[in-house]
């Protein structure tokens, strides 16, 4: 599988889009890793996960041919992570040159927020409701949706993705894993396993994971072989409040051996 990652910032972007604090100041004049987008990935050009607001930026900037992707998983619903409005675009007045429709996966509330939104999609966009920890086939993939520690209103999920012996988690936006989540990832050999750190060095690891809770993962991913021996973690989804720029996540991640998410980075597992 090859997985490329979209955008690596909290909800507001890094730098903010508006903010004028040090770190956002700091992060615009060093430019390169630092400049960060709201959160998406494409699994071999044609799985997507999460629909932000900067979706057509990632278009331009890394020139994805958006009407490749026959599949489109959604987390949640924060305005970071879908923006229906733009899904709309998809449909055949705006859109033309292909006539596949997409598949759009998720829980009750993203399916009730595109459907309310967007409207009619005369059949060129299909929705499935999903259940946690049940595992749909999509495309050629085996998704299993899991329950994150994340807004308390939905039932926010993370996802599994396995394929040809290959699986990795996509595990954000949350907080400390609930229990039937660890319980779902025991017996599971992850070959990739990317994790929220929105809350730094915050003592804060509900809703959002902090560097010591992905610490304690690391740890118990290993004591539970949930983690493959050569298997990776990322970690993404940074907030500008916790004052790290890229090289200082580098400083702290590089030694336990977990890597720092960019913008437009590339992992093939
Ligand atoms: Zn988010
Ligand atoms: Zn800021
Ligand atoms: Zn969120």
């Known amino acids: 599988m090859k997985i490329h990652l979209l955008g690596t910032s909290a909800a507001e972007g890094f730098p903010g889009i508006f903010c004028q604090c040090e770190h956002c100041k700091k992060a615009r004049i060093l430019g390169g890793k630092n400049i960060r987008t ?34 489109l998983l959604i987390t949640h619903t924060h305005s970071d992570h879908l923006y229906p409005e733009d899904l709309s675009m998809r449909l055949p007045i705006y859109a033309h040159g292909f006539d596949h429709p997409l598949h759009v996966y998720g829980h009750d509330l993203p399916i009730f927020l595109c459907r309310n939104r967007i409207g009619n999609t005369d059949g060129h966009i299909i929705y499935h409701h999903t259940h946690a920890y049940r595992t ?21 999920m993370i996802f599994a993705i396995e394929k040809n012996e290959k699986s990795f988690l996509y595990g ?10 660890w319980e779902w990832l025991k017996g599971k050999q992850m070959d990739l396993i990317i994790l929220d750190c929105t809350n730094g060095h915050f003592p804060v690891r509900h809703n959002h994971l902090n560097i010591e809770a ?56």
Not at 59 to 69: M, T, W
Not at 172 to 181: A, K, N, V, Y
Request: proline residues 4%; contains cysteine.
């Open 38 to 71: 709201r959160t998406s990935a494409i699994i071999d050009d044609i799985l997507k996960i999460d629909f932000p607001p900067d979706t057509n930026l990632h278009v331009l900037r890394d020139g994805i041919d958006l009407s490749k992707i026959t599949d």
């Open 172 to 181: 954000h936006d949350t907080g400390w894993f609930p229990h039937e989540t």
């Open 136 to 156: 749909y086939e999509v495309s050629n993939y085996k998704v299993t949706p899991l329950l994150a520690d994340h807004n308390k209103q939905e039932s926010c």
């Open 214 to 269: 992905v610490k304690e993962m690391q740890g118990l991913f290993l004591q539970e072989n949930i983690l493959k021996k050569e298997g990776k973690i990322i970690v993404t989804h940074f907030s500008h409040n916790i004052g790290l720029q890229h090289q200082d996540l580098e400083d702290i991640f590089k030694p336990l051996g977990i890597e720092v998410a960019y913008d437009g980075k590339m992992i093939e597992i």
